[in-house]
């Protein structure tokens, strides 16, 4: 899966790398940065989305489609498709280029809203990446976790370096019976929660 990544896909990703690097540096302002994760947590998460059992694949929090690359890589691998929500108009455009030149609109769902707009459309979720503004996590969490199928996965971004603000949702996560959860230190943190059987 790492190592035939498309040409236009790896161009594509590396233009995003570069841009997420000069926007931490260079004092664009906060909602217009990328604020995507990193290589090692996009190669994280294709690992997992791969491994995930059936069900739909869905991603909270587009931005301009960095993670959203590594996803269709899984989503290429086992014949399933993605769909990704973003609220930022600005990002959407953003996200449609990033598509298009990356050659991955064939397995990638791009939604303009709100994921919670449209969660009643989710009720067999085999994977669910979640990487949008903290203050939605919780009620994303409390929305995805009940359509998880037996084996589904919950990633959400963001664990370690902004735990202070989402310290009541991993805590809950923690001891939530119906998942088997930990948070893993690669990145920004990974918490991982997989559905019980």
């Known amino acids: 899966m790492f190592h035939d990544i498309p040409i236009g896909m790896l161009e594509r990703m590396h233009e995003l790398e570069r841009r997420d690097r000069a926007d931490r540096i260079d004092g664009t302002p906060r909602l217009d940065r990328l604020r995507q994760i990193p290589e090692e947590t996009g190669r994280f998460l294709a690992l997992w989305a791969a491994s995930a059992p059936k069900g739909a694949v869905i991603e909270i929090g587009t931005s301009a489609g960095y993670s959203t690359l590594w996803l269709s890589l899984a989503c290429r691998a086992t014949a399933r ?32 809203g709100d994921f919670l707009d449209y969660a009643d459309e989710f009720d067999q979720v085999g994977f669910c990446f979640l990487d949008a503004e903290k203050e939605v996590y919780e009620a994303c969490y409390d929305v995805v976790v009940p359509c998880l199928v037996p084996g589904g996965i919950l990633i959400a971004d963001n664990a370690i370096n902004h735990r202070e603000t989402l310290q009541p949702m991993l805590d809950a996560a923690l001891v939530d019976e119906r998942v088997d959860a930990l948070v893993v230190p690669i990145g920004k943190g990974e918490l991982v929660c997989r559905r019980k059987t």
Do not use: W
């Not at 600005?90 to 303009?112: C, H, N, Q, W, Y």
């Open 81 to 112: 498709t993605l769909t990704t929500f973003e609220v930022l108009p600005r990002k959407v455009a953003f996200a449609r280029e990033t598509f298009s030149g990356a050659g991955v609109d064939d397995v990638v769902k791009l939604v303009e």
